[in-house]
Nanobody, 121 residues
Framework: QVQLVESGGGLVQAGGSLRLSCAAS????????MGWFRQAPGKEREFVAA????????YYAEFVKGRFTISRDNAKNTMYLQMNSLKPEDTAVYYC??????????????WGQGTQITVSS
């Protein structure tokens, strides 16, 4: 099993920045891919970005390209999401995910509890 804990959420004004962290523990050696997803009120969960553990391959949803950057620190078993130029429509609960397969949008086996991001206009 792998446990994931997100942190770094909060309230920010439009145009501002936040950095999310996702700390993994447990059988982290089994993780080959990690990703970020988000779910806004009344909407389905959607893919944001993914990164592969070993080669650092990254993939982004079109709506965050140029604004968000995903990265990882394997020594710390931690993944990050740097979010710049935030918009009110980025308001959502952000979840991190991890899994043993080299996937992009999924499926992932493990999920964090989520962290709220609210962007005010």
């Amino acid at each position: 099993q792998v446990q994931l804990v997100e942190s770094g959420g909060g309230l920010v004004q439009a145009g501002g920045s936040l950095r999310l962290s996702c700390a993994a523990s447990g059988r982290t050696f089994s993780v080959d891919a990690m990703g970020w997803f988000r779910q806004a009120p009344g909407k389905e969960r959607e893919f944001v970005a993914a990164i592969w553990r070993n080669d650092g391959y990254t993939y982004y949803a079109e709506f965050v390209k140029g604004r968000f950057t995903i990265s990882r620190d394997n020594a710390k078993n931690t993944m990050y999401l740097q979010m710049n130029s935030l918009k009110p429509e980025d308001t959502a609960v952000y979840y991190c995910a991890a899994g043993p397969r080299r996937v992009v949008t999924g499926p992932y086996d493990y999920w964090g509890q989520g962290t709220q991001i609210t962007v005010s206009s």
